[in-house]
């Protein structure tokens, strides 16, 4: 690999590759000692191709969700199932791994800046302005949807379709434009603990002894002449567990974390 040599958006990829190095070595603890991270079917990552592959995945956090991502993926792609012991997998890493991002969380400070260059596509939302919903939607920027076409020719591009943080929100259309125009692989990716264990950017360790989860599921079945968008959207919010059907089942902890939310929120007054 040439010293210089650079991606489709012209990031270094050396640089890229230490960047990686690096994060990777200060977040390992995060998943594996201060909490436990917990993973099922990362054997289906080695039977990928090494482009077109879109993953999609319900969101906790803004940064956690995704460094995990980049922590399993590795360490899948490096022979280990379902684990992510010894961090060296992370010194020969897949550098064409891409996450879709609003560009305002990652122009938001010096460190989401730098993190970006790891592979952020960052996307201006359209129907969300600084953590506030806008009445009216703006036009989606065509430099976004072609940047996303271009990681996806590349490599691999994890997307996070219901565009926020917030559980059983509605999944974008926007995703299963993408799947219909596109036609990659879709890889859906279930996660859970990260919530109770890191503040809400991913950045700050807020609760040590939880036990997170990270479930790699097989790709979907999606038939590209015959599913409508609102199909396949459906398929989606099934797939990465964020069906309003899935209201029915709420995990205990969810709720013994939100009763104390709630009281703490009484002294407030």
Excluded at 216 to 239: G, R, T
Excluded at 242 to 250: C, D, G, R, T, Y
């Amino acid at each position: 690999m040439g010293l210089l040599k650079r991606n489709p958006f012209g990031h270094i990829l050396i640089l890229k590759k230490w960047l990686i190095r690096i994060f990777g070595a200060i977040t390992h603890r995060r998943y594996r000692g201060f909490n436990e991270l917990q993973i099922e079917g990362s054997d289906i990552l080695r039977n990928l191709p090494d482009t077109n592959v879109l993953f999609i995945s319900n969101h906790q956090t803004y940064f956690a969700d995704v460094v995990a991502m980049f922590h399993v993926f590795n360490a899948s792609l490096s022979g280990r199932d379902d684990t992510i012991k010894n961090v060296c997998y992370l010194w020969q890493p897949k550098l064409n791994i891409y996450y879709v991002a609003a560009k305002e969380t990652m122009t938001a400070g010096l460190l989401p800046r730098i993190m970006a260059y790891a592979g952020a596509i960052t996307v201006e939302r359209t129907w969300r302005s600084k953590g506030v919903d806008v009445k009216e939607k703006r036009d989606v920027n065509p430099n976004d949807t072609e940047n996303i076409k271009t990681a996806l020719k590349d490599g691999w591009v994890i997307t996070f379709p219901q565009g926020t943080t917030k559980s059983f929100k509605p999944v974008r259309k926007g995703t299963a434009h993408i799947i219909m125009e596109h036609k990659p692989i879709v890889v859906p990716i279930v996660i859970d603990g990260f919530r109770r264990s890191f503040d809400k950017k991913g950045l700050r360790v807020k609760k040590k002894g939880i036990l997170q989860s990270f479930i790699v599921k097989e790709p979907l079945d999606i038939d590209y002449e015959n599913d409508s968008i609102e199909a396949i959207v459906e398929k989606v919010e099934y797939a990465i567990e964020q069906h309003a059907s899935f209201l029915k089942v709420i995990p205990v902890e969810e709720i013994e974390e939100q009763e104390k939310l709630n009281k703490l929120r009484k002294w407030d007054y």
